[in-house]
């Protein structure tokens, strides 16, 4: 077993004063974290059959793909808005100043197909939330939800309660 978080740099007052900020690219630059890091995530789920796996702009674009390839699924990447070419679906959610908007383009689930969401950080929970309700507004079942970190403080696993969460490393 590795000791993911003394690969994980924590930065204190960014981006901005009292914010703690949790750098991946340290365990990025690894091979032996790296590598052990997806495994966790693709292994939680290797017992469930799953069609897609969704990752949430931008860390979750370097974990899902690995996920998706160790899992023999596809990936589907979820964006900020407007940056998707084709036709796209969209959920807002509020942020803690405002709101925000997550797309993937409609073709992008199929109805029943079983999606599984990576993101690199579980904070709040408003992104996954609301990229849950996108899968499941175009007929996705949401498999789970699969995330490097937890801020275990910030209590975004209870708005996802209805969903099988699985955190690497909780803080």
Same mark, same amino acid.
């Given at each position: 077993?590795?000791?993911? #978080? ?20 340290? =365990?990025?630059?690894?091979? /032996? ?6 495994? /966790? ?7 469930? #059959? ?11 674009? $370097? ?14 990447? @979820?964006? #900020? ?22 797309? $993937? ?11 599984? $969401?990576?993101?690199?950080? =579980? ?5 996954? @939330? ?20 937890? =801020?275990?403080?910030? #209590? ?16």
């Amino acid at each position: 077993m590795i000791d993911l #978080k003394k690969l994980i740099r924590e930065i204190p007052d960014y981006p901005k004063p009292g914010i703690l900020f949790y750098d991946i690219t340290t =365990l990025l630059k690894d091979p /032996v974290g790296l590598h052990w890091a997806v495994d /966790v995530l693709a292994n939680t789920f290797l017992a469930q #059959k799953i069609d897609q796996v969704i990752g949430i702009e931008a860390r979750g674009f $370097i974990f899902a793909p690995m996920v998706a390839y160790r899992l023999n699924a596809g990936f589907v990447p @979820a964006r #900020k808005p407007n940056k998707l070419p084709a036709d796209r679906a969209s959920m807002s959610y509020s942020l803690e100043y405002g709101k925000d908007a997550i797309e $993937i383009h409609r073709d992008a689930i199929s109805p029943g197909q079983e999606v599984l $969401i990576i993101d690199d950080l =579980l904070a709040t929970g408003g992104t996954a @939330a609301a990229t849950a309700r996108l899968v499941e507004s175009l007929g996705g079942r949401v498999a789970g939800i699969g995330f490097v970190i937890e =801020l275990e403080e910030l #209590k975004g696993r209870e708005k996802l309660s209805q969903y099988q969460i699985h955190s690497v490393v909780k803080y």
